[in-house]
T-cell receptor, first 111, second 112 residues
């Protein structure tokens, strides 16, 4: 059974701090990795995707991928109360159209 | 910008009814997906389609069927609705297999 694991949280950080969200996956052949943000009662919204080892930056967001250790992380710099949401990690295992989603980490940014 | 449109935001139906949920995407995407999301269980894949008239079962297909007669439209059908199908239903689409999936706004379905 291919799995994606996330700490459910809540992860609480003060406004302006860096929030670090982590995700591990079991399928070593996975090729594509995605981070979604989901506000309560809303649908998931794509924030970042990463395919290669290393860092990928987009504004205040940085995705980090380490395939050897089978983890992907999301850093949010200068966290704002509006970043408070559940963050879903999704992995596309090798040879499939399907994503495997983690159950999400709830982030609370305290003003 | 990718636009995935689900026909209803909220829907209330009765047990035993046949229920249709519609999803339309405007990006000429090959792949379309139906998920349900329940508290504590995360997103679970019901069915997906990688081409017109092609479909594959996801992780929880029991009690559901799908239809994809046109590339832009993917319908989820609850053959005989039951209370345990009360959930948030999410449609998504993507281009090639490794490209991001984009979600519609979701349909919150209640079966009474």
């Amino acid at each position: 059974q291919k799995e994606v694991e996330q700490n459910s949280g809540p992860l609480s950080v003060p406004e302006g701090a860096i929030a670090s969200l982590n995700c591990t996956y079991s399928d070593r052949g996975s090729q594509s990795f995605f981070w979604y943000r989901q506000y309560s009662g809303k649908s998931p919204e794509l924030i970042m995707f990463i395919y290669s080892n290393g860092d990928k930056e987009d504004g205040r967001f940085t995705a980090q991928l380490n395939k050897a250790s089978q983890y992907v992380s999301l850093l949010i710099r200068d966290s704002q109360p509006s970043d408070s949401a559940t963050y879903l990690c999704a992995v596309n295992p090798s040879g499939t159209y399907k994503y495997i989603f983690g159950t999400g980490t709830r982030l609370k940014v305290l003003a | 910008d990718v636009k995935v449109t689900q026909s209803s935001r909220y829907l209330v139906k009765r047990t035993g009814e046949k229920v249709f949920l519609e999803c339309v995407q405007d990006m000429d995407h090959e792949n379309m997906f139906w998920y349900r999301q329940d508290p504590g269980l995360g997103l679970r894949l019901i069915y997906f389609s990688y081409d017109v008239k092609m479909k594959e079962k996801g992780d929880i297909p029991e009690g559901y069927s799908v239809s994809r007669e046109k590339k832009e439209r993917f319908s989820l059908i609850l053959e005989s609705a039951s209370t345990n199908q009360t959930s948030m239903y999410l449609c998504a689409s993507s281009g090639t297999w490794n490209q991001p999936q984009h979600f519609g706004d979701g349909t919150r379905l209640s079966i009474l």
